[in-house]
């Protein structure tokens, strides 16, 4: 019997290597009706956030513009982009919470610096509204299927940027990978190298020359965001945040956080904690 050769061979194994990087991580999902106490002024997440507005309308406002949150359409605010929402009356929405990265902590959509909408049929609301209360796991996998395909077309026009970010994470995965592991103040850069078999030396110019920031600088971010992440999920004191993640004493991480931040960690957590 004559065999058929196998077809493209490499792209196949690129492909599943593409697929096996890519991590949706959901922090948060509600169905919730919300009145005119929604609201906040410049708020910054360190999670993407896609709202599918069922009934009712709110506002979004980002760089000048006012987005009129409304029935049939889905928006998605990237990470780490500033803005502002409210509500004058009532709005009745889903929202959804998640991380999509690739390099540990550093988001696909860190690139996308601007809010997204989606026109969203009647139907297709309502298909999410019920996989969203089914409980089982061929619900979830659909779930997750549908946002990536909405998703899909978001990342698309960065599609170059994310396979440099993939190439540089093969490089460095053992680098990153153990920062990932080890995001505390006391972990210096030579702990880093000795733990990951680098000279220092050798992999801080390195480094620098191909991501653009110092290995010092990419642990601050990691730290930053795993403060801020704690800070919104956790009803930990912020005492008891600053023990966990090494830091000698709440006034050193207090510091710390206001330095990046400028504000205090007590007054980011009041206008982000997730209850």
């Known amino acids: 019997m004559k065999m058929i050769p196998y077809l493209s061979d490499y792209h196949f ?3 599943k290597g593409l697929t096996n990087y890519i991590n949706l991580n959901i922090t948060h999902m509600c169905h919730a009706a919300v009145n005119s106490d929604w609201h906040c002024d410049d708020r ?14 709110a506002f979004l406002c980002h760089n ?3 987005i009129a949150l409304t029935p049939g359409r889905a928006y998605l605010i990237p990470a780490n982009i500033t803005y502002s929402f409210y509500c004058e009356e009532y709005m009745e929405h889903i929202f959804i919470h998640f991380f999509l990265n690739i390099i540990p902590q550093r988001d696909l959509l860190s690139s996308v610096q601007k809010i997204n909408s989606f026109d969203m049929p009647k139907a297709s609301i309502e298909a999410v509204k019920d996989m969203f209360y089914a409980e089982s796991i061929a619900a979830a996998m659909f ?6 395909h909405l998703l899909f077309t978001v990342i698309s026009p960065y599609d170059s940027q994310i396979n440099r970010d993939i190439m540089l994470y093969q490089q460095y995965a053992a680098l990153y990978d153990y920062i990932k592991d080890n995001v505390y103040a006391d972990t210096t850069v030579a702990q880093v190298c000795k733990n990951t078999g680098y000279s220092q030396r050798h992999l801080s110019y390195k480094f620098k020359a191909d991501t653009g920031q110092t290995i010092k600088a990419y642990m601050t971010e990691l730290l930053l965001n795993r403060l801020k992440y704690m800070l ?3 009803d930990m004191p912020i005492r008891q945040i600053a023990a966990e993640l090494h830091f000698t004493d709440e006034f050193y991480c207090s510091r710390f956080f206001r330095k990046h931040m400028q504000i205090s960690p007590r007054e980011y957590q009041k206008t982000h904690w997730m209850k």
């Open 44 to 57: 910054c997440d360190n999670t993407n956030r896609l709202y599918f507005i069922l009934d009712g309308q």
């Open 64 to 66: 000048g513009e006012t």
């Open 232 to 234: 919104s999920f956790s």
């Open 13 to 15: 194994a690129h492909l």
């Open 143 to 148: 779930f997750q299927s549908y946002l990536y």
